[in-house]
């Protein structure tokens, strides 16, 4: 079972294979590390993915199946760093959809994308401008890719764009494995005065093909909780942070009951903060840091 998954989408995350063939993910881990040393899959940063190095892109259909918790719980905080009557930009990818979806409720907002489903989630809300790109449809993810949509963000610019991708990493930056969507990326970021990546704990330490945003652009991430066992997310969140990189540190608790989802623990790690003086742990967080929150950045640098 746990093969043929990975086998199916490329890259599926621990607590994913736990939840499909219901058992724990110790048990899953145990199965995972016996079929990497038979070369059937390699061990990532809390999941499992095809060998060879680089990920192969997975579908659409696979994606919106894939640590669905942790894509919730990322976008409800994401959300929050939007402001009424801003211009932002959004790519293509799942995540950002979940995005999407709840910027819906900010009124007077702008949103630029060449992504159907963002483009979609996006259609009925009140007081929400949608501005498409031009371009050619890539129907594994929705979304506008080419000259026409490059050409179409010639000469835009909004103070965000929120990107997200198929692997990440210090050393790189953000990535894709398909070359036309990583140019069109490129023309997303060129448009904004910050990027905001967002990438669970899978993607972190993972690195495809086609580079889209170096570290040095990349002004803050948002991901999720890393499993306790994952020292190699965590080391990539603090290789991150110690570039600059603001953290923004998501719960992926799910919903309690009465359908009403948990509210996300926010958290930054230390840092030097880029143009800021005085940068580090104070100058990510200001003086209001609440306790829970230095508490985490406490467990994380422990792992």
């Not at 979304?143 to 610019?157: D, I, T």
């Not at 003086?277 to 792992?303: I, K």
């Amino acid at each position: 079972m746990i093969l043929e998954m990975v086998r199916a989408n490329g890259a599926v995350s621990l607590r994913e294979l736990a939840r499909v063939v219901q058992t724990s993910e110790v048990t899953v881990r145990r199965d995972v590390r016996a079929l990497e040393a038979e070369g059937l899959l390699d061990r990532r940063h809390g999941g499992a993915v095809l060998p060879g190095g680089f990920t192969r892109e997975s579908g659409f259909p696979q994606k919106s199946h894939l640590a669905t918790a942790e894509k919730t719980a990322i976008a409800d905080l994401a959300a929050g760093l939007v402001e009424e009557g801003e211009a932002i930009v959004v790519g293509a990818g799942t995540t950002t959809q979940e995005l999407a979806r709840r910027l819906a409720r900010v009124p007077g907002l702008t949103v630029v994308t060449n992504s159907l489903l963002v483009a979609q989630a996006l259609a009925h809300a009140n007081r929400v401008e949608v501005v498409m790109t031009g371009g050619t449809l890539r129907g594994s993810n929705y979304a506008l890719v080419g000259s026409g949509a490059e050409q179409s963000l010639q000469g835009l610019r909004v103070s965000r764009a929120f990107l997200s991708g198929s692997g990440l990493t210090a050393e790189r930056g953000l990535s894709t494995s398909n070359m036309l969507s990583a140019s069109v990326d490129r023309a997303l970021v060129q448009a904004a005065a910050e990027v905001v990546v967002l990438a669970d704990h899978t993607k972190l330490g993972t690195d495809t093909m086609f580079q889209t945003v170096p570290t040095d652009l990349i002004t803050r991430l948002v991901t999720d909780e890393p499993p306790p066992h994952d020292d190699r997310a965590a080391t990539e969140l603090q290789a991150l942070a110690d570039q600059g990189v603001q953290i923004a540190v998501a719960g992926a608790n799910g919903a309690p009951p009465g359908g009403e989802q948990a509210p996300a623990r926010r958290a930054s790690l230390p840092g030097p903060r880029r143009g800021v003086p005085g940068g580090g742990l104070r100058g990510v967080l200001g003086d209001h840091q609440t306790g829970a929150e230095r508490g985490r950045v406490a467990d994380l640098r422990r792992r």
